[in-house]
């Protein structure tokens, strides 16, 4: 397992921009595959993003259908770091946003599918 601290959360208006950090310890960041979920109060934590790196193709990345061509997920492997950049915030992006972990894999759309977790951090957006 890896240890993740998430940042960037906050409060923003709709239509605005927030950028999500996630710093992950250890010596092999770049062989995890990276995830952002998200968690709405009374709902479950679903799935948002999913970043993967190999040598031969570089990051492969993944969204939910609700934040495509407004979010964009990729990682600095030199800083073991993942972002999330969401642009066009809607009040519904409103949530918990977490960042996950898994080493290797090919599944990446579910909870059970990662096994070290983030903190959260919390992003507001008002109309």
């Known amino acids: 397992q890896v240890q993740l601290v998430e940042s960037g959360g906050g409060l923003v208006q709709t239509g605005g921009s927030l950028r999500l950090s996630c710093a992950a310890s250890?010596?092999?960041?770049?062989?995890?595959?990276m995830g952002w979920f998200h968690q709405a109060p009374g709902k479950e934590r679903v799935f948002v993003a999913a970043?993967?790196?190999?040598?031969?193709?570089?990051?492969?990345?993944y969204y939910a259908d609700s934040v495509k061509g407004r979010f964009t997920i990729s990682r600095d492997n030199a800083k073991n770091t993942v972002y999330l950049q969401m642009n066009s915030l809607k009040p519904e992006d409103t949530a918990v946003y977490y960042c996950?972990?898994?080493?290797?894999?090919?599944?990446?759309?579910?909870?059970?599918?990662?096994?070290?977790w983030g903190q959260g951090t919390q992003v507001t957006v008002f109309s």
């Open positions: 996950a972990a898994e080493h290797s894999g090919d599944n990446f759309y579910t909870i059970s599918d990662f096994g070290s």
């Open positions: 250890g010596r092999t960041f770049s062989s995890y595959v």
């Open positions: 970043i993967r790196w190999s040598r031969s193709s570089g990051g492969s990345t």
